[in-house]
């Protein structure tokens, strides 16, 4: 069993930035590629960033790339998600979750989720 705590989640204006933290316990995040997803209020979850094991490979949804950065710490079992020029419609609850592939974590394809930490982005 993986448990993932997701921290760093508040409010900020748009054009602001914040970081995601992911932090695992139970297994090794190495042995898992991992994702965040989004659920915007009334709306259906939804991909955003994967990267793989080693952390060479990563994965966007076009709604972030280029302003969205994913990254990982083995040493420190956290997966980060670095977000810049925020924008309203970024607003929701992001979680954290871990799968075999970064394929598969993009498919939605995920073994672990976690609760998730809510982000607000004001006009």
């Known amino acids: 069993q993986v448990q993932l705590l997701e921290s760093g989640g508040g409010w900020v204006q748009a054009g602001g930035s914040l970081r995601l933290s992911c932090a695992a316990s139970?297994?090794?995040?190495?042995?898992?590629?991992m994702g965040w997803f989004r659920q915007a209020p009334g709306k259906e979850r939804e991909f955003a960033a994967a990267i793989s094991m080693g952390g060479r490979t990563t994965n966007y949804a076009d709604s972030v790339k280029g302003r969205f950065t994913i990254s990982r710490d083995n040493a420190k079992n956290t997966v980060y998600l670095q977000m810049n020029s925020l924008r309203p419609e970024d607003t929701a609850a992001y979680y954290c979750?871990?799968?075999?592939?970064?394929?598969?974590?993009?498919?939605?394809?995920?073994?672990?989720w976690g609760k998730g930490t809510l982000v607000t982005v004001s006009s």
């Open positions: 139970g297994r090794t995040l190495s042995n898992y590629a």
């Open positions: 979750a871990a799968g075999p592939t970064t394929v598969v974590v993009t498919r939605g394809g995920v073994d672990y």
